[in-house]
């Protein structure tokens, strides 16, 4: 079985926060892009390598990966024992109805 690949912690994320009081993590605009500037080293933030950046959930890890992301793509694939859908349950009425007329009746 192949080692699942995780991203990086980043300090993009929503739950990333740095844990010095007060916090030195503040967001502003560089040459267009969004940068998250820490006010402590007076530089781009290093988001997990920084001694005082924490998740909120608890999800990275030691070596600064995400353990958020491989939670969600555990969720979005769908399990071995999920049927596949019937297109006819799936359509409204309209839809349907097209679809028979498109594909014929009973015939698939």
């Known amino acids: 079985m192949a080692q699942d690949i ?10 990333f926060r740095c844990s010095r009081d ?18 402590w080293v007076n530089d781009e933030c290093d988001g997990p390598w920084c001694k005082f950046g924490v ?3 608890h999800k990275m890890s030691k ?13 979005a694939e769908p ?3 999920e ?14 109805k097209m679809f028979k007329k498109t594909r014929g009746a009973g015939n698939t």
Request: overall charge positive; proline content about 10%; glycine content about 6%.
């Open 6 to 15: 995780l991203p990086d912690c980043s300090p993009y994320c929503e739950s």
């Open 22 to 39: 007060p916090p030195a993590m503040e967001t502003s605009k560089k040459e267009g892009r969004k940068v998250v500037w820490c006010t």
């Open 55 to 57: 998740c909120a959930e």
């Open 63 to 75: 070596n600064g990966k995400c353990g958020r992301a491989k939670k969600e793509a555990a969720k």
């Open 79 to 81: 399990g071995h024992y």
């Open 83 to 96: 049927k596949p859908l019937d297109p006819e349950s799936v359509l409204d009425e309209k839809s349907y």
